[in-house]
């Protein structure tokens, strides 16, 4: 009997060393530095990507490159904010002059995605300038999450979360520069067509003639020479990688936070079978409360820049069918518009994806809820029951819609229902091959 005494007091002994062990870990990487660094946090796996994102005036936050997300602050004095300022007084002018050269020609439903194209960028550098000055209130209860959740007993993914957001994204960014090249190989071939059918003068196809066209709104208050044409460069790539990197952020984000509800029903999962005290279930749903809460901030953060996304995808991509539909004149116009719509809806459709796998892990737990036997039923597992089906939990667009698979084929039935309008409307304006 004596043995068996000695055994379990050696038991409670180690097991009280590991406890300790852990929350004196937990307290060193709350005190940011190595530690927090070396953990597979939220903030270490997107924090590259924002660094980049500060050379095109996205997120102007301070002390973005260092390891304790305490130190990231927003800032009103700080080169971030001046550089975000910068676009968006360079990005407001070529969209008045963009806006002034548009109606003066006449609008139609195919010539005005350009002009939605700006004022979408203008929008969303005021939304992610919202966002940053909300990412104290953010990032330090995420992380305090991260910390919580990357040691026993939660158990860390087979896949760590760098990996899954340095995967996508650098796929996605990949996607996008193909698009963007496509974008002007299209343009400059359709230039060159135009030029052939409809001039005498062929000494005009030179791709600096066809620049001086693309960015007739900058080379109209601007002389044409090369620092013009990188200007004009410069601005339409920050405007193209502000349009990609909306929607990379989505998913950075949704993967995070998906990632978390995972580890979390893991833990659940994992008690099935057992006897598990009612102070165990407290605990349990004291985490869960702390997750949700961080889940509720972040999406009433994100709600704008997930509307602006939606919408303009939906918007988008029905302009990039239009133009498939109606007639392409040069197999270069087939291979860009058929490469773009693709793209887009491969995007769009692994926003909705991938957000909407937040939603499906916080309701993993009731599985294992459902399985707890009567005689283990208890108050608390009442309340965990309650609180996992009370509320929506997820990502979405002011809560008009949410970013879940059934709002994705909701999605699809407005594309068709727009597309409809928008062939309408082109049949109406459509004149034929102009030369002027």
Not at 13 to 23: G, N, P, W
Not at 233 to 258: E, Q, R
Request: with cysteine; charged share 15%; proline share 3%.
């Amino acid at each position: 009997m004596s043995r068996t005494s000695d055994d379990i007091r050696k038991h409670l002994k180690v097991r009280r060393q590991k406890q300790r062990a852990i929350l004196a870990m937990r307290w060193r990487c709350a005190q940011g530095g190595l530690e927090f660094e070396q953990l597979d946090t939220f903030y270490g796996a997107i924090r590259p990507y924002l660094c980049v994102a500060q050379f095109f005036g996205i997120m102007p936050l301070s002390n973005i490159r260092s390891r304790d997300p305490q130190d990231v602050k927003f800032k009103v004095r700080s080169i971030g904010l001046a550089v975000t300022g910068l676009f968006l007084l360079l990005g407001g002018i070529k969209t008045l002059v963009g806006a002034n050269i548009l109606f003066t020609a006449g609008l139609n439903a195919k010539n005005m995605v350009g002009l939605v194209f700006l004022i979408v960028g203008m929008v969303n550098w005021l939304n992610f300038v919202g966002f940053a000055r909300s990412w104290s209130y953010i990032m330090l209860p995420w992380s305090s999450v991260d910390i919580l959740m990357l040691f026993p007993p939660y158990k860390r993914g087979k896949r760590s979360l760098r990996s899954k957001v340095n995967v996508l994204a650098l796929s996605v960014a990949i996607l996008a520069v193909g698009d963007h090249m496509l974008y002007y190989a299209s343009g400059y071939c359709s230039y060159s067509m135009h030029i052939l059918q409809c001039h005498t003068n062929h000494s005009r196809i030179t791709f600096e003639l066809y620049l001086e066209k693309e960015f007739s709104d900058i080379m109209s208050i601007m002389p044409f020479n090369i620092f013009s044409m990188c200007y004009g460069f410069w601005l339409n790539g920050a405007f193209t990688f502000l349009w990609n990197f909306m929607d990379i952020f989505i998913v950075m984000t949704s993967i995070g936070l998906a990632q978390r509800f995972q580890q979390f029903a893991a833990r659940v999962a994992a008690l099935e079978g057992r006897h598990v005290p009612e102070a165990l279930w407290y605990d349990i749903r004291r985490d869960h409360i702390r997750l949700c809460e961080l889940a509720s901030l972040v999406e009433a953060s994100m709600s704008n820049i997930v509307f602006v996304s939606c919408a303009n995808n939906v918007y988008v991509i029905c302009n990039q069918a239009l133009a498939i539909f109606t007639k392409l004149r040069h197999p270069i116009n087939y291979v860009y518009f058929w490469y773009s719509l693709i793209f887009l809806l491969a995007r769009t459709s692994l926003v909705f994806m991938t957000a909407s796998k937040i939603h499906d892990a916080s309701l993993l737990p009731l599985r294992s809820l459902y399985l707890v036997p009567s005689d283990g039923w208890n108050q608390e597992v009442q309340r965990f029951a309650d609180q996992l089906t009370s509320e929506f939990v997820g990502l979405s667009g002011y809560r008009l819609f949410c970013l879940t698979r059934k709002s994705l084929f909701g999605m699809l039935a407005t594309l068709v229902t727009y597309e409809l309008m928008l062939l309408q409307m082109d049949a109406k304006s459509h004149k034929g091959l102009r030369c002027v």
